[in-house]
Nanobody
Framework: QVQVVESGGGLVQAGGSLRLSCAAS????????MGWYRQAPGKQRELVAD???????DYAGSVKGRFTISRDNTKNTVYLQMNNLKPEDTAVYLC???????????????WGQGTQVTVSS
């Protein structure tokens, strides 16, 4: 079994910062991409940032220059540093990992349970 667990959400004023963490655990052989998504009420889930095992990153246009994704492969952990937060960043932030489990050959996609980020104006 694999678990993907986020932490670090909360309430912050506009212009503030938060750092999210996400750790994957269990019978994991290797992790390919790790990413952060978000879903606001009444809106579709969207990709916020993504990072490959080699450190190549990709960002949604709305967060470029404000958010930074990074990962520690030794800890199967991905981080999202969010600076200059805006009220429109308010959403549930979900972590996702594409990984290969022990005893299998293919890669599977796993979601975390999400963490709430609320930015007040």
């Amino acid at each position: 079994q694999v678990q993907v667990v986020e932490s670090g959400g909360g309430l912050v004023q506009a212009g503030g910062s938060l750092r999210l963490s996400c750790a994957a655990s269990g019978s994991i052989v290797t992790i390919n991409n790790m990413g952060w998504y978000r879903q606001a009420p009444g809106k579709q889930r969207e990709l916020v940032a993504d990072i490959t095992s080699g450190g190549i990153t990709d960002y949604a246009g709305s967060v470029k220059g404000r958010f930074t994704i990074s990962r520690d492969n030794t800890k199967n952990t991905v981080y999202l540093q969010m600076n200059n937060l805006k009220p429109e960043d308010t959403a549930v932030y979900l972590c996702a990992a594409t990984l290969r489990q022990g005893g299998t050959l293919g890669y599977t996609f796993h979601w975390g349970q999400g963490t709430q980020v609320t930015v007040s104006s």
